[in-house]
T-cell receptor, first 116, second 111 residues
């Protein structure tokens, strides 16, 4: 079975540009979350989508946006890139969303974004 | 605000030298505490989920335990292949499905 797939794996952008990152969840998983991981730190929550609706948003500026498609894949968009946006962007998929934390999160390998 | 603090930040062990990693947390209504392993340039790999104080889980040389304030990841007789960053994360009752991560512990096991 394919795991969580993210594309591209690496990306170099210039300040002020925009970027679109893509994520395909594990087959059957309806929930997708996005995390930003700056080098040497733990991942930080950006968004969660379930059944195409936003179910959670972290403390990130409006330059960050995302959406989920009918096939449950997802895109993360970042506008007006800053040097500080350089990070590993991780996508995690989960079977469902529920009150109990027994829906495990499977992470992809991430997209390494470098802003110059 | 939910907070997760991991210690030490880095740990160097000789092969076979057992040790423990600490994850201290403050959270409004813990729904779950997660341990992940992360290799350089890769995404986190799921290890354990713990739900309530007193719970323990084991997998090969790893054992995770949970109290009301902290979790420990015990590594017994580690091997060089156990070298990685170990991440702890909590899911709070009032925070939807988001995970709040600690900064991680970078473990290096020397042969």
């Amino acid at each position: 079975d394919a795991g969580v797939t993210q594309s591209p794996t690496h990306l170099i952008k210039t300040r002020g540009q925009h970027v679109t990152l893509r994520c395909s969840p594990i087959s059957g998983h309806k929930s997708v979350s996005w995390y930003q991981q700056v080098l040497g730190q733990g991942p930080q929550f950006i968004f969660q989508y379930y059944e195409k609706e936003e179910r959670g948003r972290g403390n990130f500026p409006d330059r960050f946006s995302a959406r989920q498609f009918p096939n449950y894949s997802s895109e993360l968009n970042v506008n007006a890139l800053l040097l500080g946006d350089s990070a590993l962007y991780l996508c995690a998929s989960s079977l469902a969303q529920g009150r109990r934390a027994n829906y495990g999160y499977t992470f992809g390998s991430g997209t390494r974004l470098t802003v110059v | 605000e939910d907070q997760v603090t991991q210690s030490p930040e880095a740990l160097r062990l000789q092969e076979g030298e057992s040790s423990s990693l600490n994850c201290s947390y403050t959270v409004s209504g813990l729904r779950g505490l997660f341990w992940y392993r992360q290799d350089p340039g890769k995404g986190p790999e799921f290890l354990f989920t713990l739900y309530s104080a007193g719970e323990e889980k084991e997998k090969e040389r790893l054992k995770a335990t949970l109290t009301k304030k902290e979790s420990f990841l015990h590594i017994t007789a580690p091997k060089p292949e156990d070298s990685a960053t170990y991440l702890c994360a909590v899911q709070a009752g009032n925070a939807g499905n988001m995970l709040t991560f600690g900064g991680g512990t970078r473990l290096m096991v020397k042969p």
